[in-house]
């Protein structure tokens, strides 16, 4: 179950004033870009403003949403042992699954094999997660392979039926399937729902707007997502990144309040960098992604709006060394920031796009760890905790880090600790001007990327060295099996 | 000459369009881009294909060398294409008057329900630069929208961008799209985005499959339509 933690902060008081003073300012002065004519109305008549075709959310809006929204909220589950209470004021955090990927990778001998996921792939997912004693609640790993509108119920009656956990149902995929799967739930509070409503940069998108507003208006809990890359659909300045996500996620909080005051909303803020010296994919499990995504973290605690956290998301293809490392470095920061409800990567490689039911044994006693070692040190020093968290990780596959290995880890540790910009109001400024040229101009992602040129120059995408080696898997993989077949 | 032509091509490697272009130390705003130099060249009467072929092309080439050693990424590789693109319309009309001519019109567009547009602007750019004439349709296009621009445009080339597993498969509607309306054959069919590999191309019966922007554009200079 949850873990209390001391938070670490990367943004004090002061700093979190200033970032969302900057948001204001963007939803006021640039606003937002949103495709349903249902949500501009709510907008309109709530006194915000329709200019050159984008809704301008006058602070008032804003702080009055803030100050509205539940800062308390029940996650239930079956067994009422699992149910889960987030509250901003208290720094508990609980650890939960992520999806979706479209693969399913089996290791069998010493061979893996990847193949397209399929709804028994959920079952069995499921089924492990529900016995895994650090899952503390099921977010749908893969999508079960039946035709789309079916999608819905299939994915509810298996987690009805294999989990007695909070179920994150992710995605509503369908509209009109929302009052069935009330009914098929009956006690409505068993699940919840992310909705990735934005497309960065600042633009609330259809079909899933329209999807958001029903679910508030059921008054089931929603995690707002936004997941803009630095370098792309960002400026990489950490600074101006916040600044937008933070204004994203805000014009969906201010519409949830204005279809039902007091909603029920998580903010799951994922400033995460893009791969500028690759193909621009995303960056998710590098330092300056691990640390923007904690600083998301204070000021949800600034707001007092509950947070759902993101974490471990690995590029790596297969369980190996490097994939157990960032996971490890990853869930310890996103754990230390105090974020409540983490929705992880369990189980997944390849960012999200492949799961492996070993990978999920192996997670869940990563993190197991990383719980222990926050027990062992209330007053931890965050360096020695990371530093040992991916010792112990490694130590259960009998690899123990040589001085190359310590090395790159701490360097990953400081630049996740140390920031590479200066937070002053001059910066926001800037940083708040540039957003909303880049917006405004209609070729944002070229923006972004050619202003990228001079932080990358100094640094502001962590280069460091992958860690190579492989782990037997045969014990893990013999546990999976006992998993799957005892609870048959 | 020497001297213009050499400015064009520093600004072309240092990818800046214009004067407002800070540059990578972000300390050039105010100087004359690539814009302004190629308007100024144009002035003094110095040849279009000069401009293009001892200043531009070679610029390129340049850029092309530092990134392959390292030195550049893709937002140095993006800026520089820019420029180049940016240029090219100012030059086009004048070297058509002349020999030089687009390498072919190209459709490019992100499938039906995906809003995702990195990857497609950043091979958007890269064919600008390349000398393509890019019909850029934008994001969320429908299969029939798609296939109706290839017929409008009689392009022979159409790029397909997804970023989403749950969208990838709209790619495979277009191709047979073009099927039913009988221009298959005409067009070379090019996919591209985070879930999508070779197999899923070959699959779908795609002609090139670019793992990246760069790949795309490298695979394209050895297909003819």
Known sequence: MGIRIKRHTFLSNRECQLIHEGSCRLLSESGIKIESQEAIQIFLKKGARFEDGRVKIPPHLVEQSI???AKSIELGAKNTDNKIVI???SPEIHFGTGGQALYVLDYEKYMFTRRPAVTQDLIDIVRICEQLENIDFITRPVEPDVPEEAMDLEKTGIFLEYTTKHMNLANLIKLNKLPEIIATVKDKSLISFISCVTVSPMNLVSPTIDKFIKIVERDIPVAISSCPQAGTTAPLSEIGELIQVNAEVLSAVVLANLIKPGAKVLYRGIPISSDLSGDGSPRWCQPESIRRIAM???MTYFYKIPCCGTAAVSDEKIPNVQNIAEKTISWVFEAASGAQFINSALGMLERILTV???????DNKIISNIKQLFKRSPDYNIRDLAQTAVKD????????MNTHVKQDISDRIEYILNGQEQLTQENIDSQVEFIGNA????????????ASRSGLRKGWLYN???IDGELNLEEIHHYKNRLLKSSC | MADILEKIKKNVIEGRVDYEDEGFDGDMEGQPGVLELVEKALEENIPPSDILNIAISPGMNEVGRLYESGEYLIPDMLASAECVSEATKILEPLLLEGENKSRGKFVIATVEDDLHDIGKNIVTTLLRGSGFDVHDLGTGIKADKIVDAIEKSQAKYLGLSALLTTTMGHMEEVIDLLKDKGIRDQVIVCIGGAPISEDFAQKIGADLYGEDAFDAINKLGNITP
């Open chain 1, 67 to 69: 100050e509205q929204t």
């Open chain 1, 87 to 89: 509250n901003p004021d």
């Open chain 1, 296 to 298: 998301v973290s204070d």
């Open chain 1, 356 to 362: 492996s039911p070993e990978q999920y044994i192996i």
């Open chain 1, 393 to 400: 990780a490694l130590e259960m596959f009998d690899i123990s």
């Open chain 1, 439 to 450: 917006v405004s101009s209609g070729k944002s992602s070229i923006l972004f990327m050619k």
């Open chain 1, 464 to 466: 460091g060295s992958k």
